[in-house]
């Protein structure tokens, strides 16, 4: 099994900025992510990606995103981060990490809320 752990969500206001960090560990093996994946669930939505980074670190994002958020990973700290820059209401959701094709356990997310 393996447990992630979102956190840097907030309150901001449209125009700023954001970083959210997930960590990823194995609750009885050590592990080693790999290909990564942000994923969001707006209110009323259904959840969907953000942005996803494989193995070697090529990255993809939703249209919405592009230009704006930033994926990336320090594999050696089973970390993944999403730098959220020029944030609009649009963004406001719980924001959760998982792997590529998301099949770990979803954690409990961190809210992001882009209010004025």
């Known amino acids: 099994q393996v447990q992630v752990v979102e956190s840097g969500g907030g309150l901001v206001r449209p125009g700023e900025s954001l970083s959210l960090s997930c960590v990823a560990s194995g609750t009885i093996f050590k592990i080693t992510i790999g290909a990564m994946g942000w994923y969001r669930q707006r209110p009323g939505k259904e959840r969907e990606m953000v942005a996803r980074?494989?193995?070697?670190?090529?990255?993809e994002y939703r249209d919405s995103v592009k230009g704006r958020f930033t994926i990336s990973k320090n594999t050696a700290q089973n970390t993944v981060y999403l730098d959220l820059n020029n944030v609009e209401p649009e963004d406001t959701a719980v924001y959760y990490c998982?792997?590529?094709?998301?099949?770990?356990?979803w954690g409990q997310g961190t809210q992001v809320t882009v209010s004025s």
């Open positions: 998982n792997n590529w094709d998301h099949t770990w356990r």
């Open positions: 980074i494989t193995r070697k670190g090529d990255t």
